[in-house]
């Protein structure tokens, strides 16, 4: 029987490690199969994690947070978690590598998902055309044009970045005033590959078998427009990933796992959330690593308090 499991492997999740492992507490992560390390491995540069005062890319700080809770003995397991039962005392996970684990805690950092457009064919134009990650893809398009819609951080991010690439990147948001940083606002602003389609939204994606082009919306007169693309990248978000244990612990209205006050403590006794899965504000690296290490100290409190 372990004393900790954590789910999840971003900043939060390794916080996490670190912090129960230095506790003597032996904790097994379990990072996923292909995910391991979360959202900031499909990051480029991070430019605001507090110490790096030049910035690194978002797979280096990954890297540096696994080796640290490596080194104090948190086990990683590149697995992912397909059920859990967190009800009892003793808390059963299981992986789709076919192994099951008992444990007295689990700390659940499993993140926020991207968002889909919710269009016909978004599926199926996936890795054709259509992406959700400009680090993964945008070597794919070298001088040519493409879109990027949404008005966060991730929009202004992914836009700057892909102009490295691309000839032309329009980006296309719904509102007329963007969401993100003024900082990230002013970088998108003033790159000149970049133009930006204020009031607009994706009606339509076009192409059979590879992205061609989408059809416009105007939100504010409804009028449609078609615009040739040869990529389109959707940066409009992320959902917390909670259906591993939507039916077991208590959610927000919004969704996300419910936790008392400035803790970590979930509806289930044992069962701690940090990270963007509780997180509907903030969701920065700096703050999933502050929150894993709440749930960290919250587990080690209620082991202490158990025994
Ligand atoms: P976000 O802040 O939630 O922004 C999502 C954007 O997409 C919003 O502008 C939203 O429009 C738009 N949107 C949502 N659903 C849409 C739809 N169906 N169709 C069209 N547009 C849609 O998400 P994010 O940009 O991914 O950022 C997530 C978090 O990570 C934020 O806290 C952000 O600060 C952080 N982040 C930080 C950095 C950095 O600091 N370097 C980089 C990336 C992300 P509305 O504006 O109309 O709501």
Redesign the pocket.
Known sequence: MREVIIIGSGPAGYTAGIYTARAGLNPLLIASSVEAGG?LMK?T????YPGFPTGLQGPELMDAFRAQAERFGTEVLLDDVIEVDLTGAIKIVKTGGGQTFEAKTVILATG?A?????LPKEKELSGHGVSWCATCDGFFFREKTIAV?????????EANFLTRFASKVYL????D?????KI?QERALANPKIEVVWNT??AELLGEGKLSGIITRNTVDGSTKQLDLDGLF?????DPRVWLVENQVELTAEKFIKVEGRSSKTSLPGVFACG?VIDP?????ITAAGSGCVAALDAEHYLADVK
């Open positions: 959202e990051t540069e991070v430019e605001n926020a991207y968002r889909e457009l919710g819609i949404g008005g966060g951080d991730s929009a202004m991010e296309i948001h719904r509102r005033t963007f969401k993100a940083s990230m939204e994706v959707i940066a409009v978000g992320n963007d504000t903030y969701r920065q690296a």
